[in-house]
């Protein structure tokens, strides 16, 4: 777009210029960058890009071949040369040049005034960096590049022809260089912001790992005193445990998978019931999962307890002189997600009522149903029984009719 255009100009120009016409050309040319640059630099064109593109640029406006972008390096109190045009290779991202008064870029960063300098080889007020006198560097230009805050360095272009740099040039430099400096104010106010949302993330990582650890604690001190009290209680210090542990491992899933928004139901069921399996030694559990469901924590949660309470009735009731094998499957697609709990048990009593139960294994189980928004469905199998749970998928982070139980 800017070659067509850059083209159309020279087109229009006759073969003969007169130096005002190509001098006018020449400012028509520069307003066109000004505007090209503007473009790039609110398109949010990578960082490294736009410095090179506006040295480039900043170039051709000036009609000449060097440009370069002097970023000021404190500890050094020097500038390295980040990008450029007109400039041995090794020049780019390595050289560096001195930023004390007496060099026209130290003194356009010091003064904040911009500075030309049409003869360098007479020049009184400064000396010639050596980067300049090795590419044989006869007048450069240098103005402060500055977004609201701390300096970035300066914007300087240079020349090897004889001739001037005038006022107007200057301005144009300036101008190039004050939407650059606007877009690196943009690109410092983006990296605090990633910075804060590391910390966010490591925080949020640490709350859970921390939550993990308080719960997996508490679940570990029922245990314990399961182990020295009689059988009755011994079972509800044991459920307990069993509840308490499952919410703890959404936690844990949240700060080992780095991924705060879904749980992956697949993963997350079987290591709630591989800890499940040293409490119901009786117990096979087979988990079938369709990979790739993952669901927000809020949903998450309390279909895993769902399925823990339903495990403990599977358990409870199978068959009493024999290993109870228990099936959990989830299948879903992005509207509905179904979840079964089965086992091949005594079956449910006749006057089986879910709504009835005065159990805390079905009150909870109807809870959960009624949290996420969803039906349950029971099957009498010949033998045992299946509760299947079917709810809507949620793209937002609150459960319809979520409250607590
Ligand atoms: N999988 C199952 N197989 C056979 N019967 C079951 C099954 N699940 C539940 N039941 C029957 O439903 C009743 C209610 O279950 P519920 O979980 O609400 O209470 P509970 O298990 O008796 O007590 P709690 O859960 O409070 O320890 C049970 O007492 C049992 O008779
Ligand atoms: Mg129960």
């Keep these: 777009m800017a070659e067509a255009r850059k083209d159309a100009v020279v087109e229009e120009l006759p073969r003969e210029t007169s130096p005002e016409e190509s001098n006018s050309a020449l400012r028509i040319r520069q307003q066109e960058i000004l505007a090209e640059l503007g473009v790039l630099a609110l398109q949010g064109t990578p960082f ?222 079987e290591d709630i019931c591989q800890s499940l399996a040293g409490s119901l030694p009786d117990c096979v559990l087979h988990v079938d999962v369709k990979a790739g469901i993952a669901i927000p924590p809020d949903q998450a949660i309390p279909v895993a307890l769902f399925v823990n309470e339903l495990i403990a009735n599977a358990a409870k009731y199978g068959s009493p002189d024999q290993r109870s094998e228990i099936w959990i499957g989830v299948v879903g697609d992005d509207r509905e997600i179904s979840v079964s709990v089965r086992d091949q048990g005594v079956g449910l009593p006749p006057d089986f009522e879910p709504g009835a139960s005065r159990g805390l294994g079905m009150r909870l189980v109807n809870a959960f149903t009624s949290q996420l928004g969803g039906r349950l469905e029971i099957r009498r199998h010949d033998p045992g029984a299946e509760f299947i749970l079917t709810f809507p998928r949620l793209d937002g982070r609150d459960a319809p009719g979520s409250r607590a139980v």
């Design 48 to 269: 490294i890009e736009l410095l090179n593109e506006t040295a480039r640029l900043t170039a051709e406006g000036l009609d000449t071949k060097f440009c370069k972008v002097l970023e000021y390096q404190p500890v050094e109190a020097r500038f390295l040369v980040t990008a450029g045009v007109g400039w041995e290779l090794e020049v780019i991202g390595k050289a560096t040049v001195g930023a004390d008064i007496e060099s026209p870029a130290g003194y356009a960063l010091k003064t904040g005034k911009p500075v030309i300098s049409n003869h360098l080889e007479n020049e009184q007020r400064f000396r010639t960096p050596e980067l300049l006198a090795r590419h044989g560097i006869k007048r450069a230009m240098n103005v402060i590049l500055q977004g609201d805050g701390k300096p970035y360095g300066v914007l300087e272009a240079d020349s090897r022809l004889e001739g001037e740099f005038s006022v107007k040039d200057i301005s144009f430099l300036q101008g190039a260089a004050n939407i650059l400096g606007m877009a690196i104010e943009r690109q410092r106010i983006e990296a605090r912001l990633r910075a804060a949302l590391d910390r966010n993330h490591l925080l949020l990582q640490e709350v859970n790992h921390r939550v993990n650890n308080s719960l997996a604690l508490v679940a570990s001190m029922l245990h314990l005193k399961a182990a020295s009290v009689d059988e009755t209680v011994r079972i509800h210090l044991d459920e307990a445990s069993n509840r308490i542990t499952a919410i703890a491992r959404a936690h844990q899933r949240l700060y080992q998978t780095e991924q705060f928004e879904k749980i992956e139901i697949g993963p997350y069921l």
